[in-house]
């Protein structure tokens, strides 16, 4: 067969199929999108009938990550204006899962500014013990005061690792002078 | 006062705010996008409740779970009933948590720490029949 777009979604399925994606997203992220998204996860989780106390927990990171990204997504689009198909204001995410963890991985583009600051704030997280995440936790929620409602400062961050109790794992990949691609692995175990 | 009465959806929590019948309850999950809009006249109405509160104030939280910018709104809460308290009022809130939740149970040892209203954390079972498959 030439048709070389068929023997793409192939290799998209079979990769899929061994990673155990349970469900995958690319594009823009409206808030009704977020909610059916949220909506099947809580269905698929019932599914796999995983302890109650687990679903809870990859429930509760997968709408701190895909909040995050909604929300970053607002500041991508005032920044640009291409047509929906190639923003940059598309994201994607990824939720898998195998014998031990399941794992959310999301990916979105971010201005080359302002990876040096998001690189320091998940540093500074990943160094933390989980007593030192717990008292970084409540000293940012204290001082949050007059937060904007999109969270900021990181806390999102925080909670993510705090919830999984692993390491976030990120890698930036260069995109143009203006862009970088930022992805980020979380694992809960089982 | 006016009761006010929220129904819970896939994303916010019901809630439940009558000074007559002396219940004050927030029970569910909230992770709306926009927290502080959902959260605003919770806050109002609290605000004008603590000018002249009951004898006596048992603020409930049953969480299910809440995303980060809701623990802002909860701390909002829970300082509105801590000035309650430095204005001489007996307020307490009772931290409800289903038994296998420690997420919910570390939350409410967050809070806590961070007010200064006496606090009742209490397990109560789950309703989850799952977990006893």
Known sequence: MEDKE????????????????????????T??????????TENKLEKIQEQPRIRRKVFNILVECLQNVYHHMDEMEEEEDDNLVNSKSSVIFM???????????????IL??????????????????DEELKSFYKEVLTKSEGLSAKGGAGLGLIDMARKSGEK???EFQDVDEKYA?????????? | MEVVNIEATLKSPKVLLDKDNSTFEINGRSIPENTSEFYAPIMDWLKEYGQSPNSQTDFQ???????????????DICRIIEEMKQGGNDVKISWIYEEYDEDM?????????????????????????????
């Open chain 1, 168 to 170: 976030l794992v990120y």
């Open chain 1, 6 to 29: 068929s023997l793409d979604l192939y290799h998209y399925y079979r990769s899929m199929q061994e990673n155990n994606i349970i469900l995958s997203f690319k594009g823009n992220i």
């Open chain 1, 95 to 109: 939720l898998g899962q195998d014998d031990e963890s399941f794992f959310i991985t999301t990916g979105n583009h």
């Open chain 1, 31 to 40: 808030a009704d999108l977020l909610t059916s998204i949220l909506e099947i």
């Open chain 2, 105 to 133: 149970l570390e939350a409410g040892e967050d809070y806590e720490a961070m007010v200064d209203v006496p606090f009742d954390i209490v397990m109560v079972k789950s309703e989850d029949e799952d977990l006893y498959k």
């Open chain 1, 112 to 129: 080359n500014d302002k990876v040096s600051i998001l690189t320091e704030k998940i540093e500074k997280i990943n160094k933390l013990t």
């Open chain 2, 61 to 75: 939280f049953k969480l299910e779970y809440f995303n980060t910018s809701s623990s802002k709104c909860i701390l």
């Open chain 1, 181 to 190: 691609f930022f992805s980020m692995y979380i694992k809960v175990s089982r």
